[in-house]
């Protein structure tokens, strides 16, 4: 069983517009939600693969349970902590080719739910075999909370694939407890280090040989459309991808964090792995809706992908 974590979930609502006018009326023929957030994300992808996997997180008030609802209605098994806040709306108004987004910080949390949650977590932890965790941390939760979730899963020697930046990570780059695999992009690795990082292969080798990233086992660095490059311990790989058509790329470093997961879960090789992850990244980058992927074309895009060892 996989378990995902969404700290600060939302309702995502698309407001498709021909054109958006500001200061007056704008009327919406059709507005689409859905549950939102990365970790789910990450969650419905895991569901369309059919692995096993349990959905949780922070939520609150009458959006946090149309949330539960929802990913109930999927057949998306979803044990969630309940807060007194409200859980978030995040707005995308999509127009003329533009995408304008408008995003609610959300709930702030309190110390005592701060504390229940991780003795919530840490029963549901011992149920599960990996952990996935994706995105931003609420107001309220100090910069080390994934740090102390990473503590506790590593107590219970269950390995976690973390997607966050900021403050987040560096505190937990720091900690002592790590998690298995983190997927930071250039720009992040660059905020890391303190100095501008390329995309070259030589200085994307000696950037991950970092004494910062010492005791992570996996670090799968997105490149785009270039694919990505990757470190395994002492090995280190170059992904070559197939160009595709880019529909909309919202939510294809999610996609891919659901097949890092889904790979260490099924024991696969790096080069499968590696595969797995960066074919349902551009799957979801070649569909309209964010987190979702046509497996239809999964086997022709998997041959494509050409992994390199440096």
């Keep these: 069983m996989i378990l995902t974590v969404t700290m600060n979930p939302s309702v995502d609502i698309s407001y498709p517009l021909e054109k958006f006018n500001l200061d007056t009326v704008n009327r919406v023929a059709k507005a689409i939600k859905t549950p939102g957030g990365k970790g789910l994300n990450v969650t419905r992808v895991l569901k369309q693969l059919d692995d096993k996997v349990i959905a949780t997180g922070l939520i609150g008030g009458a959006l946090g349970i149309d949330i539960q609802k929802k990913l109930t209605e999927m057949g998306i098994e979803n044990k969630f902590f309940e807060i007194s806040g409200e859980t978030r709306n995040c ?3 999509l127009h003329e080719g533009n995408q304008t987004e408008i995003l609610e910080n959300g709930p702030t949390i309190s ?3 701060s504390e229940k949650f991780l003795e919530y977590f840490e029963k549901l932890v011992q149920e599960v075999e990996i952990i996935s965790i994706s995105g931003s941390l609420p107001n309220g939760l100090e910069d080390d909370y994934y740090s102390k979730m990473i503590e506790i899963c590593n107590k219970y020697e269950k390995p976690v694939v973390l ?3 900021g403050r987040a990570l560096v505190e937990v780059l720091k900690n002592e407890y ?3 695999v983190i997927k930071p992009n250039t720009e992040e690795l660059s905020q890391l280090i303190g100095k501008e990082v390329s995309k070259d292969i030589r200085e994307l080798k000696e950037t991950l040989k970092n004494e910062l990233f010492d005791g992570i086992e996996w670090i799968i660095v997105s490149l785009g459309a270039d694919g ?4 395994h ?3 280190f790989y170059k992904v070559n991808v197939p160009k595709i058509e880019v529909v909309n790329p919202v ?3 999610d996609s891919t964090v659901a097949g890092i997961t889904s790979a260490i879960y099924e024991n696969a090789s790096d080069e499968n792995l590696l595969k797995k992850a960066n074919t349902l990244g551009m799957l979801n980058a070649m569909e309209k809706l964010t987190g979702f992927v046509n497996l239809e074309n999964y086997d022709k895009l998997f041959n494509e992908v050409e992994i390199l060892e440096i």
């Design 251 to 253: 939510g294809s470093g």
């Design 228 to 231: 990505a490059f990757a470190k």
């Design 233 to 235: 311990n002492d090995k």
């Design 178 to 180: 790590k998690p298995k």
């Design 111 to 113: 110390q005592s739910e």
């Design 91 to 93: 707005i995308a108004i």
């Design 163 to 165: 997607d966050c930046s």
